[in-house]
């Protein structure tokens, strides 16, 4: 059974820095091709954040929301089977509950609905 669990999820003050996990379990990353963030405010839709997709095991491509370039890095540690995502300057618009989704598609997608499999999220909340 694929599973996918967040951690790293917090308070933390505006301009502060949290890094979350994406782990697998069932399956290794190398399962799957593409790993995504996404998140959901209280009252919103849940949105796209960032994703990071993987061609063998070195060469990979990212991608970001408009609102995070330059703020939050994704990346993959193969030997961890764990995916992070590195925010860096969060506002308090970055609170949310954080998910992480895997598919085998071909591309990086921005859409919820291209993705597979999630995880039950983990949640941020950034004081101003």
């Known amino acids: 059974q694929v599973q996918l669990v967040e951690s790293g999820g917090g308070l933390v003050q505006a301009g502060g820095s949290l890094r979350l996990s994406c782990a697998a379990s069932g399956r290794t990353f190398s399962f799957y091709t593409v790993v995504g963030w996404f998140r959901q405010a209280p009252g919103k839709e849940r949105d796209f954040v960032a994703a990071?997709?993987?061609?063998?095991?070195?060469?990979?491509?990212?991608d970001y929301a408009d609102s995070v370039k330059g703020r939050f890095i994704i990346s993959r540690d193969n030997a961890k089977n764990t995916v992070y995502l590195q925010m860096n300057s969060l506002k308090p618009e970055d609170a949310a509950l954080y998910y992480c989704?895997?598919?085998?598609?071909?591309?990086?997608?921005?859409?919820?609905?291209?993705?597979?499999?999630w995880g039950q999220g983990t949640q941020v909340t950034v004081s101003s």
């Open positions: 989704a895997a598919t085998k598609g071909a591309a990086i997608s921005a859409s919820e609905d291209d993705y597979d499999y």
């Open positions: 990071i997709r993987w061609s063998g095991d070195s060469i990979y491509y990212a």
